[in-house]
């Protein structure tokens, strides 16, 4: 990392880095877990939504916000917006507050609630989406979003090599869609790389 993120984003994300694997050791609770990504991993999602210019970008599953800074810091050169939804009001609160501290909260709408109901409310269009919250109703998830994606689309999700029972039907169900190419990432826990396409024409590609 040499000019991005920022030395102020840098060391916040060095703190949260820290922060998130010693809570995560001394909590036996899972759902109180800040579950961060890997980071190699968020540094390869960041380099996707910063070389594909994404602008409109769904986050499913905020956390304390480690991957929110990264999408955010992402996509405030060309003004974007990140949505970010996490059931756990209190792990968004503290993404807020992390966000904040960096002056990225601006370009976060961030959105508590069960995920499927969340996406059904939103209006989009999404050129960028990160999968990283239940992999069950990942697949409940995608079916809602499809119809709010940009004409061109990057999805991703991660847990793939971690978790491959329970992410098996969502990948089955990104492997059905149209005019699509996708990879699956041995990178941290596996990150499925998708890269969706309406139709040529209509996308202008
Ligand atoms: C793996 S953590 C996200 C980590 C975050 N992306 C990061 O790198 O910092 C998963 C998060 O998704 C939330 N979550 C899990 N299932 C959810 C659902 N069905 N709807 C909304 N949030 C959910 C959890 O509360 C948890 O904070």
């Excluded at 998130?20 to 991993?41: F, S, V």
């Excluded at 070389?51 to 810091?73: C, D, F, H």
């Excluded at 996490?86 to 069960?114: H, I, P, W």
Aim: neutral net charge.
């Amino acid at each position: 990392m040499k000019d991005f993120p920022s030395p102020e984003v840098r060391r916040l994300l060095r703190e949260l880095e820290e922060f998130g694997k010693a809570h995560d050791a001394r909590e036996p609770r899972q759902a109180r877990r800040m579950l961060n990504l890997e980071p190699a991993t968020a540094q390869l999602i960041s380099i996707l939504a910063r070389s594909s210019r994404a602008r409109r970008v769904l986050e499913i599953g905020t956390s304390n916000g480690y991957s929110t800074l990264w999408l955010a810091a992402s996509i405030v050169p060309r003004g974007g917006l990140v949505t970010s939804i996490d059931r756990s009001a209190e792990k968004q609160q503290m993404a807020r507050e992390n966000l904040a501290r960096v002056g990225l909260s601006t370009y976060v709408d961030f959105r508590c609630g069960e995920a499927t109901e969340v996406i059904s409310m939103l209006g989009g269009p999404f050129d960028f989406v990160l999968f990283d919250a239940d992999r069950t109703s990942a697949t409940a998830q995608l079916d809602r979003l499809l119809p709010k994606l940009a004409p061109a689309a990057v999805l991703l999700a991660d847990n793939v090599l971690s978790h491959p029972v329970e992410i098996a039907d969502y990948l089955a169900a990104i492997e059905s869609l149209p005019h699509l190419q996708h990879v699956v990432v041995p990178i941290g826990k596996g990150l499925s790389v998708a890269f969706c396409q309406a139709n040529s024409a209509e996308a202008g590609l």
